[in-house]
């Protein structure tokens, strides 16, 4: 059987989901896990819960923990990787009110803006450590990536090492969210009431899943771009082959114009729906960060909002560890969803065949317009001679050089990280849609390269 070793497991959303589904997976019954994470008391919460799941739901698994990921990689034939330098909101948090000193305001600093460069930046040292260390004990191994910034990820495992990576993401169903609700009447669909945007929300994210539960059986959704700057490229009715793009346009648009008015206004301007929602479709726009204009006020972009949400996580680890501890019931982990990660080990390990919505890889002509080896996210099918892309042909003109701007500052920002490059990190930034101005750059760089010294040390050398 197969041997699957997740790195960064004492994560709370990998052992509600990712871990959850490998257990309960039939296919998979009697394989190894490897669960790692530097966290010790984590790592010890979501090992203990893994021996629960294994014990009750009898799923045969060899299940071990460790400290290092060095420890745990010797004939893995696959590596999930869900890392994040911490602390997470606190330094993302830091990322946006750097900037701010300097006169850039970014609408959400997370993966493009000043804060993606510092937040990939930051994660760069240790996911080159990984691969570098899979290439000597498991050469042949997929590596799985969650770990954000996507693109630039998995952008630094395709062209740093000969590793084979392929990046995963659920953001494919904010799409199938919002077609949901503007097809609602068409498809039949329940819309709840309070829902309000697609926002990264405690309150919201149940009533997003509501819709997305009642809209992914229904219709089928083909997209293309780039991981959290995705496009709509086709939307047909499962049931009769109808094509629903024309009734999609014309719906949209009697939503409320409050209803993420970012991707209502790019919707109607360049044709095809992005995906992401509106506080990931801003960061890769040259419009939303004008000091004068406020476009983050017209748009109604909202930060994220640090302070709760790393009380949640912290409340999450707790619940997890109350499962662990056989006080409280694990009902609720037999639905729980993967994010794709188990799809992809299923099929190849055991010569499947699967159609998966979405995946991050190099580009071979699957977006013909976009540059060769660039990652680039498409459908793909899974089988056991790997991961193979849709080829979906050209994205419009348009469309492709806003994503091209994009892969372009990626790869600065990679290539600048790994080499310890001042020049090409001070290129990708001003490359970057969001900064207007050379010398807020540089300041900018310089005030980041200080603050996170510790973390950049290449940098420095």
């Known amino acids: 059987m197969t041997t699957i070793t997740v790195i960064g497991a004492g994560s709370a959303s990998f052992g509600e989901n990712t871990l959850s589904a490998l257990l309960r997976s039939q296919k998979l019954k009697g394989s190894t896990l490897r669960l790692v994470d530097r966290n010790l008391q984590s790592l010890d919460i979501v090992h203990r819960l893994a021996k629960r799941l294994n014990k009750e739901w009898d799923s045969k698994f060899n299940i071990t923990a460790h400290a290092h990921h060095k420890e745990a990689l010797e004939g893995a034939n696959f590596v999930v990787s869900a890392i994040e330098v911490g602390p997470r909101e606190e330094l993302w948090k830091s990322d ?28 760069v040292k240790p996911v080159l450590e990984i691969i570098r260390d899979m290439e000597q004990a498991c050469p042949e191994a997929w590596f799985i990536n969650f770990t954000n910034p996507m693109v630039r990820i998995c952008d630094l495992v395709n062209r740093h090492s000969k590793i084979k990576a392929v990046g995963l993401c659920h953001q494919i169903y904010i799409g199938y969210c919002m077609v949901g609700i503007a097809l609602a009447k068409e498809l039949g669909i329940q819309v709840p009431n309070g829902l309000e945007g697609m926002q990264a929300d405690i309150l919201q994210h149940p009533l997003q899943q509501m819709v997305i539960h009642q809209t992914v059986p229904l219709i089928d959704i083909r997209a293309a771009g780039t991981n959290h700057f995705s496009w709509i490229i086709s939307v047909h009715d499962k049931r009769t082959g109808q094509d629903l793009y024309p009734f999609l346009k014309k719906r949209f648009f009697d939503l409320e114009e409050k209803f993420e008015p970012l991707t209502r206004r790019v919707f109607h301007d360049f044709g095809l729906l992005p995906i992401p929602g509106d506080t990931h479709l801003c960061e890769y726009l040259p419009w939303m960060s004008d000091p004068v204009t406020k476009p983050w006020e017209k748009f109604n972009i909202r930060l994220y909002d640090w302070k709760t949400m790393a009380g949640v996580r912290d409340f999450s680890l707790d619940r997890l560890n109350e499962m662990a501890n056989d006080n409280m019931t694990i009902e609720g982990l037999l639905d729980t969803n993967s994010e794709g990660a188990l799809e992809m080990i299923e099929n190849i390990a055991l010569a499947g065949n699967h159609y998966h919505l979405a995946a991050n890889l190099p580009n071979a002509g699957q977006i013909a317009n976009l540059p060769l080896g660039a990652i680039v996210e498409t459908p793909v099918h899974i089988n056991a001679a790997g991961i193979h892309p849709v080829h979906v042909g050209n994205l419009p003109e348009s469309i492709a050089e806003l994503c091209r701007r994009e892969l372009i500052v990626s790869q600065l920002c990679v290539d600048a990280a790994v080499e310890g490059s001042y020049e090409k990190a001070l290129q990708c930034l001003l490359l970057d849609p969001i900064v207007h101005d050379m010398d ?22």
């Open 440 to 461: 807020a750059a540089k300041n900018i760089l310089d005030d980041y390269l200080k603050t996170y010294k510790e973390h950049l040390p290449q940098f420095w050398e």
């Open 96 to 123: 946006f009110e750097i900037p701010l000193k300097y006169g850039v305001r970014q609408p959400y600093a997370e993966n493009g803006g000043p804060g993606g460069f510092a937040h990939a930046a930051r994660n």
